[in-house]
């Protein structure tokens, strides 16, 4: 079977920045395209991704409760969360970055989200309050529920499947660095989401991320060595868990605010390959990310010992815009409202 070509949780960072940034421009756009709407559907996608038991507040009113017993198996309640694109199987590695990104499209664009704001909050939410259920017990992570093959040979809506339900957990003697950074990250960046709504809620948020954090970087290794036969090709990490590492550290730098992550993000950058594919960002490969993310720290004027990381940001930026000579990514004809062409 080959690998996925896409996944809700690569779809919709993308939708929602490119909503946002249209809806930011400082003068308004006369077109046919109605962006405000675009964010909206792009939040409400996931409710239509929502496992478990749905609130009376669903708006996908097509969709009811499923998967109610995930994590029996193991003596766990794995509830909740998000099914993966087509399909009715829950990888928390892209969930978990999935949940980052649209914590951190909170924290920089919330205030001119408008009524959907609300929506996406309790997106964030229904992704955390299943996090904090795969991180419950310390040492362990539940990082999978449900078995790719059997689920894929079989296109079946999530209330009526009846394949495997197999749960799949990374540990002390086997390690994925990769999937628990990025649940630390995730955790992190929503506890700054909370912060001011729930702040008893992002205590708990905080202060999970800090141990699955520990956890990850305690014991180091790739949850696709540990895991290969269940999450490759689906979502095998083919960049390494340094990266992880580094954005779980900057996100945890920017949501507690201690000089403990800002030494160790200053000590493991070139350990951890800071400067690697400054040009790539995704659920497997966090490097731009983490630059433009740390880079906001010397904009600041907060961290000048950050300057390498603007540097990387800079140089990922300029690489990605439209009208320069030699662009390394390709724009759909709307790009001309970017470039003023």
Known sequence: MAPKSFSFPGIFPALLASSLALLLLPTPIIAVHDYHDALRKSILFFEGQRSGKLPPDQRVK?????????????GVDLTGGYYDA?????????MAFT????????????????PELKNAVKAVKWS?????????????????????YSDHSCWERPEDMDTLRTVYKIDNAHPG???????????????????????????????????VFNF?????????????????????????YQDELLWAAAWLHKASRKRAYREYIV???????????????????KHAGINVLISKEVLMGRAD????????????????????????????????????N
């Not at 949940?99 to 408008?114: K, P, Q, V």
């Not at 493991?268 to 659920?283: C, K, M, P, Q, S």
């Open 177 to 211: 660095s990769d999937v628990a950074g990025e649940t630390a990250a995730a955790l992190a960046a929503a506890s700054i989401v909370f912060r001011s709504r729930d702040p008893a809620y992002s205590r708990l948020l905080l202060n999970r991320a800090v141990r």
């Open 267 to 285: 000590k493991n950058e070139v350990v951890l390959r800071a400067g690697d594919t400054i040009n790539e960002f995704g659920w497997d490969n």
């Open 99 to 114: 949940t980052t990104l649209l914590a951190w499209s909170i924290i920089d664009f919330g205030r001119n989200m408008g």
């Open 86 to 94: 087509g399909d009715n199987v829950k990888f928390g590695f892209p």
């Open 216 to 240: 990850a970087d305690k014991h180091r290794g790739a949850y696709s060595s540990s895991l290969h036969a269940a999450v490759c090709p689906f979502y095998c990490d083919v960049n390494g």
């Open 62 to 74: 097509w969709r009811r409760d499923s998967a109610l017993r995930d994590g029996s198996t193991a």
């Open 305 to 340: 010992y950050f300057e390498s990381f603007k540097q990387n940001a800079d140089g990922f930026i300029c690489s990605i815009l439209p009208g320069i000579t030699h662009p390394q990514v390709q724009y759909s004809p709307e790009s001309r409202w970017f470039s003023g």
């Open 128 to 148: 955390t309050d299943y996090l904090l259920k795969a991180t419950a017990k310390p040492g362990v992570v539940y990082v999978q529920v449900g078995d790719a």
